[in-house]
């Protein structure tokens, strides 16, 4: 699964701090010629399980309750 996100202008893309990470900016730069490419540093979101599409998932406005998980 691509793990960048795609927003109004721009794409945020997660870096490693690793070579590839060059390669895959100027890889999606080629494809979405219209928009910003955005590093962010993800090492820290790795540390914790997750990165940057796990950071931008959504959250419901109003939280489930455990009764309203029952079958």
């Known amino acids: 699964m ?3 996100l795609i927003i109004n202008d721009a794409v945020l893309v997660p870096t490693y701090r ?3 990470d060059k390669v895959a900016l100027n890889t999606l730069q ?3 010629k219209n928009r910003k490419i ?3 540093d993800s090492r820290p979101f ?3 399980g ?3 599409h796990c950071l931008t998932m959504q959250i419901a406005a109003t939280p489930l ?3 309203s998980l029952e079958i």
């Open 18 to 20: 690793v070579p590839e």
């Open 2 to 4: 691509p793990n960048f």
């Open 46 to 48: 790795i540390e914790q």
């Open 50 to 52: 997750g990165s940057l």
């Open 65 to 67: 309750s455990p009764s």
């Open 30 to 32: 080629t494809c979405f």
């Open 38 to 40: 955005i590093p962010i």
